[in-house]
């Protein structure tokens, strides 16, 4: 979301604006064909933060329909910023500097949720993979695809054929076939990106692919995009502190993993959706509880994109695990906050990204 280019145009808070200014905004998101359905509802920038997507879908917007994620990202996410934004220009602050004020605030005021575990709770076959190259090296990794014969399923190889043709397939735009060259791919808003998408919610230099030579490898990494790049958790994954998790409309930070023997007390804050700045904790016992996350929970209850029973957490004996429940519309790992370069992620063959809400790609490696 490009605030810089919002405020040339709009520059006041929107809970301000008038059916005007919700016209403009529509345009500048690229939803111009929904004014209508706006207009015959009388919808102000007061009642707009109000809305969420049964409002939508009574207001005539297809269920299916990838605008309703558009609409509810800036809705839940995006005004909330951008008046953040326009306060910090007031104030003569960084916009980054004014949310990490706020969030220390919220901090001091918010407590602890806890939540409740099980001893009922799938036991996954596959091993653990470690998601980033950071936490293990590419040769201890190779090892333990083989020690067990089921891992071939996680990672279907740790290298690159020297013959292979590696591509993008853009399942947004039709499966759109996009070379991948040794030189690599810039993605982003700015004309001298190799992939250039127009849409708002993509940074300038939002994200690239580039290729190591020492492994034969290729790497995913976020250039600092306000809107993120994640990747989509299909396998059990090694969680550590730091790492940002997407499920339905929330994001979670870890915050902090306590282990104690047996025992490991997590801790979790709430970034954006339901039950967004509050604090999270749960605690697990190693191969015998786990936390099923989902709408079953009644603090979820109203998240609609939320599958019942969506992801695991348990503790294992390699540390902290989360795992999809063959949720329906996935379990995510952002690469790194708002306007922060993240750590290079290694791309394996059927890998599945997304920019924000709603550019998805998948790597294949041949």
Known sequence: ?????????????????????????????????????????????????????????EMGIAESSLKIKKLVQWIKIGFKEYSEFLKSLEKGQTFDSQKQIINQQQDENNTSNNLVVSNQFKRSSIKAAIFEDQVQSIQSFKQTVQEDNNVHEIIRSTHMKQDSSPYLSNITNGNQRILVPKEGVSIGRNPENTLVLKEDYVSRQHCKIFHKETNGSYYLQDLGSSSGTYVQLTNPTLL?????????????????????????????????????????????????????????MSMFADDTHLSGQHAQFTYIEEGLVIEDLDSRNGTWLRLSPPHKQSEPVKLIDGRRFRLAFEQFFEFHSD
């Open 1 to 57: 979301m490009d605030y810089d280019d919002l405020y040339k145009v709009l520059p006041k808070d929107p809970k301000k604006w008038k059916l005007d200014d919700v016209t403009i905004w529509l345009k500048f998101i690229g939803l111009q064909d929904l004014d209508v359905n706006f207009r015959q509802n009388s919808v102000d920038g007061a009642l707009l933060s109000t809305l969420d997507d049964n409002d939508l879908k």
């Open 240 to 296: 550590k502190e730091g790492l940002i998790l997407h499920m339905g409309l929330g994001q979670f930070l870890i915050s902090k993993i306590k282990i104690q023997g047996s025992k490991c007390s997590v801790f979790i804050r709430v970034l954006e959706g339901i039950m967004e700045n509050k604090n999270l904790d749960f605690e697990l016992t190693q191969d015998q509880t786990a936390l099923i996350f989902g709408r079953q």
